[in-house]
């Protein structure tokens, strides 16, 4: 991939009211791209699960760091990554299944990867026992149909 026309790197911490930040920081990024609305709700819609997953799972019952990385391309493609240095997935694999989760007693649907998958157009998780994990979701997004000023 060529180099990024514009990226953002930020922390923060595994606190639930950061689920919402994260959000808004991609908008905020994405808006200069002239997003479709729904290309726009789709990737916060993915963000925010990747996010809530290193809340939920990654640091459970303590608070850790979460980095989300943004960057844009020439040809209107984003690519997303969010990491975190907590407990990592023993099976990415079974993970990425739809309805399987290491917190049914918190009434978790099991649904996150499935989620971010459908709203992008490629995902990629890689995890480590005890050194985090880190998912990368890239989208390309449509071209704006809108007449450029003059």
Do not use: W
Not at 19 to 26: C, K, M, T, Y
Not at 41 to 59: K, M
Not at 62 to 77: P, Q
């Amino acid at each position: 991939m060529k180099r990024p026309q514009n990226e953002i790197k930020c922390t923060f911490m595994s606190l639930s009211q950061n689920e919402s930040l994260a959000r808004s920081i991609v908008t905020g990024f994405m808006l200069p791209l002239d997003p479709a609305v729904d290309e726009l709700a789709d990737v916060r819609c993915a963000v925010s699960e990747a996010v809530t997953n290193c809340i939920v799972h990654a640091y459970r019952d303590t608070v850790g760091l979460i980095t989300m990385t943004l960057r844009c391309y020439e040809n209107g493609k984003i690519r997303i990554i969010i990491s975190d240095k907590g407990c990592g997935i023993e099976n990415v694999e079974q993970a990425r299944r739809p309805l399987f989760t290491t917190a049914p007693d918190e009434d978790r649907c099991g649904m996150g990867f499935s989620i971010m998958e459908s709203f992008s157009d490629s995902l990629t998780v890689t995890s480590q026992i005890g050194n985090g994990t880190k998912v990368t979701m890239t989208k390309k997004l449509s071209p704006s149909d809108k007449i450029p000023p003059t």
